[in-house]
């Protein structure tokens, strides 16, 4: 490998090339039986389908009178129909007998139709009378506001398909089939290598040359978002034996390196990777990012970031989020919402380079910020989204009607 500290790349390597290279390599990790109540979230591993009826009985729709429908017929206000009142059937507590012509039993919503009954009156269709019966005051034919066994769910139904990033209410769902332990795919488990001298930890005061490191708490955000775990970690100093230990690790399928993946003097993770491993890329053709790196280190994969903020979040973005969604079970391409925005004002780019350009949505058009630096993470909050300028390009015109990809949907009107 060639060392590029205080040298510079000879050459970098084209986004696309090193995307088709990653897709190429990721595939979801094996599947694991996660507790019902943990699921949320979690990507099925397998299709289910149930093996019950839901509901598994009869089920009344309205709080009223379990009844004959035939035994209603002619009632109204004016011609009430008396029925002889034999009991009750409540949610848990069904009435045991039978309802036999002439009679009714008080029901609630959820409760069980006895046998015999095959329609409901509504409460406010009935009046109760001293002596055990009732009086039904509107007639109803069979099955009205009676709810079928399986209308819900039939036994044998796929219910959910293989794939599928689970919601409250897929869970709620998983429980009214019975399942407990619910198949999804393992979320894979990322090391951070932080390093950096100059670097406080998160929740300190900067002081004098040194800065709060901030880029871990936005990749345990990220990687969080993705459904990754990030195992524990801590902030490295630039010494080389600290970084290889943190590097050759085991236990982590992704492993994403922040700072020192560059050609300073103190950028020792490239050189480290190539050793105990393999360098794959380092140096892309993309603003900003262009010190990224990708390698492999035994059954991980290694993404060099650079320690400047908005670097680190492109190159997450780009290469290390899309891996991280393939092994956890979801989907190679970008996780942000987009809107196609006519642009406030151009953007300048260069044939052969990537550009990764921050805007704002201001009265429906896309505004480039100004701020350009890679260091100015301000530049990512007042952003509501980004434009990518592809390679081939050298740049957009005002007025152009560009594709967004918004960091909070629920930001932009």
């Not at 979230?41 to 093996?51: C, F, H, K, N």
Request: proline share 8%; charged share 25%; net charge neutral.
């Amino acid at each position: 490998m060639r060392d590029v500290r205080m040298r510079g790349f000879a050459d970098r390597a084209e986004v696309e090339e090193v995307l088709r290279f990653l897709r190429s390599a990721a595939a979801p990790l094996p599947a694991e039986e996660v507790p019902l109540r943990q699921a949320v979230g979690r990507v099925l591993a397998r299709e289910i389908r149930s093996e019950v009826d839901v509901p598994g009985f009869r089920r009344a729709a309205m709080d009223g009178y379990a009844v004959r429908g035939e035994d209603t017929f002619g009632a109204s206000a004016y011609e009430a129909i008396r029925l002889r009142l034999v009991g009750q059937s409540l949610p848990g507590r069904p009435h045991p007998g039978r309802v036999e012509p002439g009679c009714a039993v008080r029901i609630m919503t959820g409760a069980p139709v006895p046998e015999g009954a095959d329609a409901v009156v509504m409460a406010e269709a009935a009046r109760e009378l001293s002596g055990g019966e009732v009086e039904i005051l509107e007639s109803v034919p069979p099955h009205r506001h009676v709810g079928a066994e399986g209308e819900d769910i039939r036994a044998g139904q796929a219910v959910l398909p293989a794939g599928r990033r689970l919601r409250p209410q897929d869970v709620a769902l998983l429980a009214s089939i019975g399942c407990g332990r619910v198949p999804c795919v393992r979320r894979p488990r990322v090391r951070l290598v932080i390093t950096g001298d100059e670097l406080l930890p998160p929740g300190s005061r900067p002081e004098g040359a040194r800065i709060v490191d901030s880029n871990s708490v936005m990749l345990e955000a990220l990687v969080a978002r993705d459904g990754g775990i990030v195992l524990p970690f801590e902030i490295l100093p630039d010494e080389p034996a600290r970084i290889r230990t943190a590097l050759a690790e085991p236990g982590a399928e992704v492993v994403l390196v922040s700072g020192g993946s560059s050609v300073g003097q103190e950028d020792h993770a490239p050189r480290l990777v190539a050793e105990l491993g393999s360098l794959d890329f380092h140096g892309i053709a993309m603003r900003p990012s262009s010190p990224a790196g990708v390698g492999r280190l035994g059954g991980s994969t290694v993404f060099l970031l650079p320690g400047n903020p908005v670097s680190c979040l492109c190159a997450y973005d780009f290469f290390a989020g899309p891996v991280i969604r393939v092994l956890g079970g979801g989907s190679f391409d970008w996780p942000h919402p987009r809107r196609r925005l006519p642009l406030a004002r151009k953007i300048s780019s260069q044939v052969g380079r990537v550009d990764y350009v921050r805007v704002a949505v201001e009265q429906g058009r896309a505004v480039p910020l100004a701020t350009s630096g890679a260091s100015i993470l301000s530049s990512t909050v007042r952003a509501d989204g980004f434009v990518v300028v592809p390679r081939d390009c050298e740049g957009m015109a005002e007025g152009e009607e560009v594709e967004v990809r918004l960091y909070d949907p629920g930001a932009v009107g």
